[in-house]
């Protein structure tokens, strides 16, 4: 299994809290990415990096934000958390192999914001 | 921006053939992706299919693709109660993927 970790694995918060999620990888993979899984949307891609400090935007990127200081930390800030980003959120790594963009995901956190 | 399809739900019986289908509609798309996710995991790559192929079988996984429809299936043969999950496609644009909503297979004797 792809080394991925993902801290906490379950948190419940209030409503206008900040929240930050880490993730954490030992395959020294470039790309890394943040996604939100919500009944009958499948994942969504919220933000993605392709290097250290190298980040963009994805699918639903409003009222996330991200960072990458070092190759094996990827971080998603809720800044002002809200009942709609409760969710579970996935992140995962990529490498160009012989089958493309091959993505590994974490085990996931579970986010309630009350 | 791209759209990926998948139906909701699929039953069998323990021992026949599974078949989840996904429609997308980017025909760019150089590879797709099959993914398993079991209740309480992440995902897990299962098989993946190039572009210029029609067909790619691993064990029980038969993969088709047909370009010119826009349709991807995979088929699991001699299904059994440990293949219940939710299965996802996934097309790469560039360096990212775009999922479907997931097919959650039953599996019941």
């Keep these: 299994d792809a080394g991925i970790t993902q801290s906490p694995r379950h948190k419940v918060t209030e409503t206008g809290t900040p929240v930050t999620l880490r993730c ?25 990096s392709y290097g250290v400090k190298d980040t963009d935007k994805g699918e639903v ?4 934000s991200v960072s990458r200081s070092k190759t094996e930390d990827f971080l998603l800030t809720l800044e002002s958390a ?3 980003q409760t969710s579970v959120y996935f992140c995962a790594i990529g490498a160009f192999r012989s089958g493309g963009i091959e993505q590994f995901f974490g085990p996931g956190t579970r986010l309630t914001v009350l | 921006g791209e759209d990926v399809e998948q139906s909701l739900f699929l039953s069998v019986r323990e021992g026949d053939s599974s078949v989840i289908n996904c429609t997308y509609t980017d025909s760019s798309s150089t590879y797709l992706y099959w993914y398993k996710q079991e209740p309480g995991a992440g995902l897990q790559l299962l098989t993946y299919i190039f572009s210029n192929m029609d067909m790619k079988q691993d064990q029980r996984l038969t993969v088709l693709l047909n370009k010119k429809d826009k349709h991807l299936s995979l088929r699991i043969a001699d299904t059994q109660t440990g293949d219940s999950a939710i299965y996802f496609c996934a097309v790469a ?5 775009i999922f479907g909503t997931g097919t959650r297979l039953q599996v019941f004797p």
């Design chain 1, 82 to 84: 809200t009942s709609s």
């Design chain 2, 93 to 97: 644009m560039s360096d990212k993927l």
């Design chain 1, 61 to 64: 990127s409003d009222g996330y």
């Design chain 1, 24 to 48: 954490h990888q030992t395959e020294n993979h470039r790309y890394m990415y943040w996604y939100r899984q919500d009944p009958g949307h499948g994942l969504r891609l919220i933000h993605y």
